[in-house]
């Protein structure tokens, strides 16, 4: 970050293009669109422009107090989806004697052209406009020399007609941008896909980006580019296949399909019975976590590889596997906190297209809906190297194949019972066969536990329901 006596020096320099002064503290408009042009850095300057809140025109401070509420509303600009693709900023307070001042420093973005809600925002000398088609051109060929992803490599061999240009218009351009922006656009069909990483001019063909987006035939051009489900019986993939479906085609189609099929096929509710009048509903793989982790290995794997995206299901888990292992700066030791994007002309479409939210939250969320549903957490196998893995473990409640003895022993034990007693209301000799069959699986699953601590036959020894199995009875509300 500027150090205090920089700030100060940039504060009187009025004609600096890379400064902007302002004493308003609730424009976010106004802090969207400076942050957004500093990114884009028009001029090459390749230092960072600075949104500097608190100060008058002529550099003087207005006096102004920086609230944390004030450094949380700017600090949230960074990731709540209007500036694409996301920010490089950091922010800090400074204090002088007459005032206070909010510097967020912005770095330029080496995937120009940025645009704040659909508008590409430049400085032009010490002010700020929306970009022309010249400027916008010069941005994109920015971001041409800058990008080393293969998602943004030309498809040699390609053309625009090995595009869904219709897709691209109905689908992708009206959640892109506002209405009034798309009715101005004038250009040729070529130059609005090269503005967003879908074509490249220089070689007069689509880019990979394009192809795997909107593509009549991605596997013309990338044999691995689809997503392979299996139903296994068991626990292995030696098991009888009881089901398999190849989700293949353009992602703008296929996203939809698949979080079609996770909400009606995986995340489906299944009932269980609580007793011989009643029963509930469970959810073996919630709807969001099952859908993140699957959008997520999408968006991240290597389209360079042959190999598809793997969507396993078997009876007590849920495996998918996708080509790549982590990539960039996310490293074992720094997962899920640190993120990078393996292909970044995807990963801010498929935000565009919501099916992915990029705040590095996903995992967090993933987890916290897992345990949530009684499935525990998600385990990550980051030791493939060359792959990704994850594991989905089905809920407990869903796994569990509970007879109608199990469960009454279950309602019977609200209150502490003897073993006597749990018998006699199952109306069973108090046998050892009996107890392995019918409690002992209870107690195994943690479902009720002993009132004294040791084993069965300590003197006085009750059991009663615990946490656990109270869910089985009575699932909490949430």
Request: with cysteine.
């Amino acid at each position: 970050m500027i150090s205090k006596d920089e700030l100060e020096k940039l504060l009187l320099d009025i004609e600096n293009s890379r400064v902007e002064r302002t004493i308003s503290i609730a424009n976010k408009e106004k802090f969207g669109e400076a942050i957004c042009a500093f990114c884009n850095d028009l001029p090459d300057s390749q230092q960072a422009g600075y949104l500097i809140i608190g100060a008058n025109d002529n550099g003087s401070r207005c006096g102004l107090k920086v609230t944390d509420e004030l450094q949380l509303n700017i600090a949230a600009i960074r990731s709540d989806g209007n500036i694409q693709p996301q920010p490089a900023m950091a922010i800090e307070k400074f204090t002088f004697p007459d005032g206070e001042l909010l510097v967020a420093e912005v770095q330029p973005s080496n995937f120009p052209p940025v645009r704040y809600k659909g508008r590409i925002w430049i400085r032009v000398g010490a002010r700020k406009s929306v970009a022309n088609e010249a400027e916008e051109k010069i941005l994109y060929e920015k971001r041409a020399a800058n990008i080393k992803t293969f998602d943004a490599m030309p498809c040699i061999g390609g053309n625009i007609d090995d595009l869904d240009i219709k897709l691209f218009k109905t689908e992708y351009l009206p959640k892109a941008f506002p209405e009034d922006i798309l009715l101005e656009d004038k250009r040729e069909m070529e130059l609005k896909l090269q503005s967003l990483g879908f074509y490249d001019l220089r070689f007069g063909c689509p880019t990979y980006a394009g192809i795997i987006l909107f593509g009549n035939n991605p596997e013309k051009f990338l044999p691995g580019c689809y997503t392979q489900y299996v139903r296994f019986a068991g626990e292995t993939r030696a098991g009888e296949i009881m089901n398999e479906h190849k989700f293949h085609g353009n992602l703008v189609q296929v996203l939809s399909k698949m979080d079609t099929f996770v909400e009606l096929s995986i995340a489906k509710e299944k009932p269980l019975p609580i007793s011989a009048l009643r029963e509930t509903k469970v959810i073996s793989y919630p709807y969001f976590a099952t859908r993140e982790l699957l959008m997520n290995a999408v968006m991240h794997r290597d389209y360079e590889s042959n190999s598809p995206t793997r969507f396993y299901e078997f009876d007590s888990y849920i495996e998918i596997q996708n080509a790549g292992g982590l990539y960039g700066k996310a490293r074992p030791e720094n997962f899920p906190d640190v993120n990078d994007y393996r292909n970044p002309i995807i990963s801010e479409a498929m935000k565009i297209l919501g099916y992915v939210n990029r705040y590095n939250r996903g995992i967090i969320k993933v987890q916290k809906e897992l345990k949530e549903n009684g499935n525990g957490k998600a385990i990550f196998d980051l030791t493939l190297i060359t792959a990704f893995k994850v594991i989905e473990p089905i809920s407990a409640r869903a796994k569990m194949k509970l007879n109608e003895r199990q469960i009454a022993t279950l309602e019977f034990c609200k209150t502490a019972k003897s073993r006597e007693e749990i018998f006699a209301f199952l109306g069973l000799s108090n046998q050892t066969k009996n107890y392995v069959k019918y409690v002992q699986p209870l107690i195994d699953a943690k479902m009720i536990i002993f009132t004294k601590p040791g084993k069965s036959d300590v003197r006085g020894q009750q059991y009663v329901l615990s946490k656990s199995g109270g869910e089985i009875i009575e699932p909490s509300e949430e």
